[in-house]
Nanobody
Framework: QVHLVESGGGLVQAGGSLRLSCVAS????????LGWFRQAPGKEREFVAA????????YYADSVKGRLTISRDSAKNTVYLQMNSLKPEDTAVYYC???????????WGPGTQVTVSS
């Protein structure tokens, strides 16, 4: 079973950037597809981005395409979410997820708060 811990959240002004990190332990990193989700206050958790085990194929929600980039570093057992041109509507708790496939992510981290001020 894989254990995930996110970091890198914080408060940023609109138009700014943040990079989230998620370190995985307890499993073979290269065997897992990885993803990022977010949940804003009063809303359901939503998909943000995902990356296959091979790193060659990535997926993004339409609302973040061109601004957020997911990547993975197998040497560091870490998945990243580079967030640029941030908007107040990006404010949410961001969760890292892992699983056998990008449509079957069933391991979750505790989340990290991202707040974008206008």
């Amino acid at each position: 079973q894989v254990h995930l811990v996110e970091s890198g959240g914080g408060l940023v002004q609109a138009g700014g950037s943040l990079r989230l990190s998620c370190v995985a332990s307890g499993g073979t990193f290269s065997n897992y597809a990885l993803g990022w989700f977010r949940q804003a206050p009063g809303k359901e958790r939503e998909f943000v981005a995902a990356i296959r085990r091979s790193s060659a194929i990535t997926y993004y929600a339409d609302s973040v395409k061109g601004r957020l980039t997911i990547s993975r570093d197998s040497a560091k057992n870490t998945v990243y979410l580079q967030m640029n041109s941030l908007k107040p509507e990006d404010t949410a708790v961001y969760y890292c997820a892992a699983g056998a496939a990008t449509n079957n992510l069933n391991y979750w981290g505790p989340g990290t708060q991202v707040t974008v001020s206008s």
